[in-house]
Nanobody, 119 residues
Framework: QVQLVESGGGLVQAGGSLRLSCAAS??????MGWFRQAPGKEREFVAR????????FYADSVKGRFTISRDNAKNMVYLQMNNLKPEDTAVYYC??????????????WGQGTQVTVSS
């Protein structure tokens, strides 16, 4: 029902910046999130934003460096990444979620975009 396509990944030097985009089509859910997965590691949460109020929440590892935003008219979600570190290297995924009781469930996922940070 919901299709997500990420873009904007690439190779950047440590300390540099990169902006990821997520294009959503179909019926969007209430919350959009960014996740990442490094080689040999499990997927981890990065940031999320609500479509309506625009409230945000970040993982401690990226707080102060990353900014999530959205454009409701364009059904776009962005992740501005500043002061990138080599440990930020991962495949970044966009996801659409909804509230189920007191928890968040992400039902739809994009294919991911590679972010590589060199030292």
């Amino acid at each position: 029902q919901v299709q997500l396509v990420e873009s904007g990944g690439g190779l950047v030097q440590a300390g540099g910046s990169l902006r990821l985009s997520c294009a959503a089509s179909g019926r969007t859910l209430s919350v959009m999130g960014w996740f990442r997965q490094a080689p040999g590691k499990e997927r981890e949460f990065v940031a999320r934003i609500s479509w309506s109020g625009g409230s945000t929440f970040y993982a401690d590892s990226v707080k102060g460096r990353f900014t999530i935003s959205r454009d409701n008219a364009k059904n776009m979600v962005y992740l501005q990444m500043n002061n990138l570190k080599p440990e930020d290297t991962a495949v970044y995924y966009c996801a659409a979620g909804r509230s189920v009781l007191v928890t968040l469930k992400y039902d739809y996922w994009g294919q991911g975009t590679q972010v590589t940070v060199s030292s």
